[in-house]
């Protein structure tokens, strides 16, 4: 009788493990992460800080290089609907 019990158990839980297990419309998710970046990579290979031009890189001292980023989006897409969507950007 311990036997029987033990596989009737051991049955019904294989059965509840196994339905968690398929996927469903329900619990896919719906959003999307998305990033990108614009920039630049200079090096001002002359010159001197503020020799009386008003260029971009003007105030930077000779022999100097670094990276400029001049738009960075990160961005959340979400699928409310089959005929709704929403996008959130930063």
């Keep these: 009788m311990k036997t029987f019990n033990f596989i009737i158990i051991f049955l019904s839980i294989s ?6 297990n398929e996927p469903s419309e329900i619990n896919k998710p719906a959003g999307k992460v998305w990033g990108y970046a614009f920039g630049d990579y200079f090096i001002k290979l002359g010159g001197e800080a503020g020799e009386g031009y008003a260029g971009e890189y003007s105030n930077f001292k000779s022999s100097f290089n670094a ?10 897409d979400h699928e409310i609907s089959k005929s709704f969507d929403a996008r959130f950007v930063l």
Excluded: E, S
């Design 15 to 20: 059965i509840i493990l196994n339905a968690q």
């Design 67 to 76: 990276f400029d980023f001049r738009r960075i989006y990160i961005g959340y």
